[in-house]
């Protein structure tokens, strides 16, 4: 599988990866935990069909330390034991963000679950983490970058 362009190797793509990759640091610089940031990027990648941000954000969480029964788990992470009920909420406020289009949005039962765990600036960190992954991943996808090559620490 090869893309479909490099779209770094054009006059728009680096301009425009250089404020995605600005909206990520407000992110990863907010009191949203790390690794609740990268389970909501692997599962956002799962759902949307995200070869290159899925092969990014589990070699990164393995790098930072995370298990691999968890990185194998997040796909399932209902039918587990392994994460914690904010994990949880987060992980259920990423799947009704990313599948809109298939269901009624994201209901006040899950928005009230997920506000027992964050405060509202970590709350809009989520919200702000499931946009930003959203956008990568559609990126990515239609561009059809593929998953496999990467190195963790490639873009530090």
Sequence with gaps: M??????????????FAKHLVSA??????????????????????QINGCGGCLDMHTKEAARAGESQVRLNL??????????????????ELTELGCRLADSSGVGDEAWANAAKHFDDEQ???????????NAFNRL????RQPGGGYQPGQFA
């Design 140 to 143: 990515n996808v239609l561009i």
């Design 123 to 133: 709350l809009l960190a989520l919200v702000a983490q499931i946009a930003l992954i």
């Design 74 to 91: 997040v796909a399932a992470w209902r039918e587990t034991t392994v994460f914690t009920e904010a994990e949880r909420a987060a992980l």
């Design 24 to 45: 990520g640091k407000v992110v990863s610089d907010s009191a949203l935990p790390a690794t609740t940031r990268e389970l909501v990027k692997i599962r956002a990648s």
């Design 2 to 15: 090869e893309p479909r362009i490099d779209y770094l190797s054009t006059q728009l793509g680096p301009k």
